[in-house]
C-alpha cells in the first residue's frame, strides 16, 4: 500500500501562483510514476501532469500551457506542482496520484493509489 498526502491548496487571485505538494508514504518502491488530477464537480477527472520517478518522462495536459511545473524530491518520495498564472477556470480539487507504470498516465484508471484531494480556489 502506499499513501498519498496532498497539501499547499488555497484560495489566490487570478495571476497568482500556488505550490502543491504530495508526500508518498508506504511501499514506494513499487511506484513507476506520479500524477496529478483535477475535478469540479459534475465533471470528470481530468489530467493535469505526470512525472516518473527518475524524471526522465514528464508530460502535461494541454491546458497547462507552460503554466505548471511537476518536479520531485525522491529523496523525500515527494511530488510538487508548481502552478502559476492561475486562471478561475483551474479552480478545482486537485488529486494526486501513483501508478506502478509510466503509460496510459491520462487515464485514472491507470493510477493505483489516490491522495485526498486539496482545493485549489481561483478568484477573478
Known amino acids: 500500500q502506499v499513501q498519498l498526502v496532498e497539501s499547499g491548496g488555497g484560495l489566490v487571485q487570478a495571476g497568482g501562483s500556488l505550490r502543491l505538494s504530495c508526500a508518498a508514504t508506504g511501499r514506494t518502491s513499487s511506484v513507476i510514476a506520479m500524477g496529478w488530477f483535477r475535478q469540479v464537480p459534475g465533471k470528470e477527472r481530468e489530467f493535469v501532469a505526470r512525472?516518473?520517478?527518475?524524471?526522465?518522462?514528464?508530460v502535461y495536459a494541454d491546458f497547462v500551457e507552460g503554466r505548471f511545473t511537476i518536479s520531485r524530491d525522491n529523496a523525500k518520495n515527494t511530488v510538487f506542482l508548481q502552478m502559476n498564472s492561475l486562471k478561475p477556470e483551474d479552480t478545482a480539487l486537485y488529486y494526486c496520484?501513483?501508478?506502478?507504470?509510466?503509460?496510459?498516465?491520462?487515464?485514472?484508471?491507470?493510477?493505483?493509489?489516490w491522495g485526498q484531494g486539496t482545493q485549489v480556489t481561483v478568484s477573478s
Open positions: 512525472t516518473t520517478w527518475s524524471g526522465r518522462s514528464i
Open positions: 496520484a501513483a501508478a506502478g507504470t509510466a503509460f496510459d498516465y491520462r487515464r485514472p484508471e491507470t493510477y493505483d493509489y
